[in-house]
């Protein structure tokens, strides 16, 4: 890819994505025109709850969506400047793993059971590379390590089952690091593992990450890991983004009501025991039925009639690298003032 | 929270047999749980945290130990005599979804216990359901006929409370009841669950792995590690000053809202080790920072180090 840093495109583009379903009940809104960029070397987090489309989006993005029809789509996703959309399937195929890797959420089902797992590893540097077995067998080894296995060699004669999640979760990250690729996508890595194996997974991804100059896509539920561990984040409600800005100005200062509906109906460690939760009322909307206006409109405490009727833009407002989908947002630096009456 | 022990479980163990040998899933578990308090248990998987709960409610009966309920010891019962002394002691499950019939009508899933109990009279059991439908937040009228598929995740958990309450309990048993829900709706239950206990005097025993959780709903926390129990203390207490580096680690490893990105502190290193083999003297002392000769050698009893305050370490962290 071109070295040439005036011109070049960022990492990643996505502009105007609709991924629809038609399923026997309706159409099913998952992802209604998301944009977004990402670039070089950073890390974007997409944050929203069950059912807000940031799954189906990064599946969207690495296209492993079904293909017989019942999938639809429209937008762009450019990847260095290249429309994946655009691109035949087979070399749609050289980019997935070796250009924009992914890791899922359950090691065990991600990885091939009846497999040794120096198999699973060599399998991808022989085919996608063009490795010998000899140095692919080494190499798998040096990825093993890499990624925090003790006895490398020895683990890699043994099958996933042997395994505990913590350490599937790595080999299935010593996967997606074989071909060296710009972008991984990390769905829900840590979701399936114990805080404390969490943590150590979350420091294996940045360390990587930071060796490799790579960008990362962290799609997640949970805001604590978003504020640790990502630069950028999105937040996704209903199919859409929600609001877009650096990690540290959607803490300090979030516009959009859902974000900080989100943030306050966590239970944070600092506040007194039996401490009443700001729930967030009612449930997100059904997709195969979207209401008109603001999506988030039923459920949210300062709701006006426009929320109702008009669907919001990702706008920014006075900071350009701060956009919200909002009529009535809330007042730049003061949300804690708002968020401490505000919902109930 | 007050006056009698509703609850005491002393030194109960588990055993299973697992491919010929035998291990304790959970081993000398003691603990009381006043009358009105809400008990908090926290640890990993695999820590025997949901083996405690079930063995309380005699899912199994355990292999040695004793528990005793309103003063009733437990463990010898028959089958019919704990069918009876149930009534009072409910659990809820983590799925909700799996843990309500797919077939049957909220109304009948809801009625069950008491039928099991042998109210035969339908007027009353029709009223009863309806109290407690409204009483989790959901309209009878609407709810009563349908079925579990038809709600959301959050709302079958409500059906679940419901169903736990119906035969008002004395002490609910809560395994891990919001792990499966989303923040949002994970804080209404929370706040439900505080709610039934105000309105029909309940007794908690708060399963999770959720430190945030935990601490949110709980009078007093239990730490669990590998089959025993490491800390036990007041909840404002155990996250203010963490006397076991097990503690300590856990807490320093939640990601929480706000944290930076350069200030996450080094995790816990390792992972548990099995079951069918613990290390010798501590069961932490392979990921314990603190580690030293003592506690390869001697197991650490579980001892008050403050009124009400009891650790499993050699070395508790005292205080900064």
Redesign the interface.
């Given at each position: 890819m071109a070295d040439n840093q005036s011109i070049e495109p960022p990492l990643l583009e996505v502009n105007n994505l609709f991924t629809h379903f038609d399923t026997p009940r309706g159409i099913a809104h998952a992802v209604d025109g998301v944009s977004f960029t990402l670039e070089r070397g950073r890390t974007l987090g997409i944050v929203g709850e069950s059912g807000s489309g940031k799954s189906v989006l990064s599946r969207t993005i690495i296209d492993i969506l079904a293909k017989d029809g019942s999938v639809l789509h429209e937008g762009e996703i450019l990847f260095e400047g290249r429309d994946l959309r655009q691109l035949p399937e087979k070399e749609m195929r050289e980019i997935r793993g070796r250009e924009i890797a992914m890791v899922f959420q359950d090691p065990m089902s991600s990885l091939n059971p009846v497999k040794k797992i120096g198999k699973q590893i060599t399998e991808v540097l022989t085919k996608r590379l063009g490795m010998t077995k000899q140095a692919a067998k080494l190499r798998a080894a040096e990825l093993i390590d890499s990624v925090g296995i003790p006895d490398a060699e020895q683990q890699l004669t043994r099958f996933p089952m042997h395994l505990s999640g913590g350490m599937r979760q790595r080999v299935a990250i010593a996967i997606a690091m074989a071909c060296e690729p710009k972008l991984l996508i990390a769905d829900e890595p840590t979701t399936a593992l114990d805080v404390t194996i969490q943590a150590q997974i979350l420091d294996l991804l940045r360390e990587q990450q930071r060796e490799r100059d790579m960008s990362v896509i962290l799609i997640t539920h949970n805001l604590g890991i978003v504020s640790g561990y990502t630069d950028d984040v999105a937040v996704m409600y209903a199919g859409r983004i929600a609001e877009r800005c650096g990690t540290d100005e959607l803490i300090a200062h979030p516009r959009m009501p859902y974000t900080e509906a989100l943030m306050n109906s966590a239970p944070a460690l600092s506040d007194p025991p039996h401490t009443r939760l700001n729930a967030i009322p009612g449930l997100p909307p059904n997709l195969l039925n979207v209401p008109p206006g603001c999506r988030f409109h039923a459920r949210c405490p300062y709701v006006q009639d426009k929320c109702k009727s008009d669907m919001p833009e990702l706008l920014a407002e006075d900071n350009p690298a701060h956009t919200f989908a909002c009529w009535h947002p809330l007042a730049n630096g003061k949300a804690n003032e708002v968020a401490s009456g505000g919902i109930q | 929270m007050n006056n009698g022990t509703l609850l005491e479980v002393n030194d109960i163990t588990v055993e299973y047999v697992t491919q010929g040998q035998r291990f304790a899933a959970i081993s000398d578990v003691t603990l009381d749980i006043a009358e009105g308090e809400t008990l908090g248990l926290v640890g990993?998987?695999g820590c025997g945290k949901s083996t405690t709960g079930r063995a309380i409610i005699q899912l199994p009966t355990p292999t040695a130990g004793h528990v005793k309920f309103e003063g009733q010891e437990l463990t010898g019962l028959t089958h019919n005599e704990m069918r009876q002394i149930r009534q009072r002691l409910q659990i809820i499950f983590q799925d909700p979804v799996s843990s309500l019939n797919p077939r049957r009508r909220v109304k009948d899933i809801v009625a069950e216990p008491l039928i099991i109990a042998g109210n035969k009279d339908a007027a009353d059991i029709d009223r009863k359901v309806r109290e407690v439908l409204n009483a989790v937040g959901m309209d009878p009228d609407i709810t009563l006929d349908r079925r579990p598929h038809q709600f959301?995740g959050?709302q079958c958990q409500r059906i679940c409370i419901a169903r736990a309450l119906i035969m008002e309990p004395k002490l609910i048993v809560c395994d891990e009841p919001v792990s499966a829900l989303?923040?949002?709706?994970?804080?209404?239950i929370?706040?439900l669950l505080?709610d039934m206990k105000e309105r029909y005097g309940l007794t908690l025993l708060f399963i999770s792995?959720d430190?945030?959780?935990v601490?949110?709903?709980?009078?007093r926390v239990a730490v669990m590690y590998l089959g025993k129990f490491c800390e036990l203390a007041d909840?404002?207490r155990i996250?203010e000053a963490p006397a076991h580096p097990y503690t300590a680690?856990?807490?320093a490893?939640?990601?929480?809202?706000?944290?930076?990105?350069i200030d996450?502190g080094p995790?816990?290193?390792g992972?548990?080790p099995s079951p069918l083999n613990p290390p010798s003297g501590c069961r932490f002392r392979t990921r314990c920072p603190q580690a030293q000769e003592k506690c390869t050698a001697e197991e650490p009893a579980f001892r008050d180090i403050d009124p009400g305050h009891q650790v499993a370490c050699h070395f508790p962290l005292l205080g900064e």
């Open positions: - | 990993e998987s959301s959050g989303d923040v949002s709706v994970q804080a209404q929370l706040n505080e792995h430190l945030a959780v601490k949110n709903i709980s009078d909840s404002e996250y680690g856990l807490m490893t939640i990601p929480e809202i706000g944290d930076k990105a996450s995790a816990l290193a992972e548990i």
